[in-house]
């Protein structure tokens, strides 16, 4: 983790790391701390069929292969 925060603070852009809670090591909380992380936004992120989902108006959904 620490190779790769200081890869994109040498580069100058501002990182951000989005990793699942289940995914998290137990250690975590000193990983983070040792690499100046802080925890920001959290997100959910919801599923379902494509053929089940419903677009708004003007927007349409097209199979990717």
Known sequence: MAQVCDFYRRQGVPSSFMIAPPLLPSDWTSVA?????????????LWCAAE???AP??????QVV
């Open 33 to 45: 701390a040792n690499c100046g992380l802080t925890e920001g936004t959290q997100y959910t992120k």
């Open 52 to 54: 089940a989902a419903s």
């Open 57 to 62: 108006t003007g927007v349409a959904f097209r």
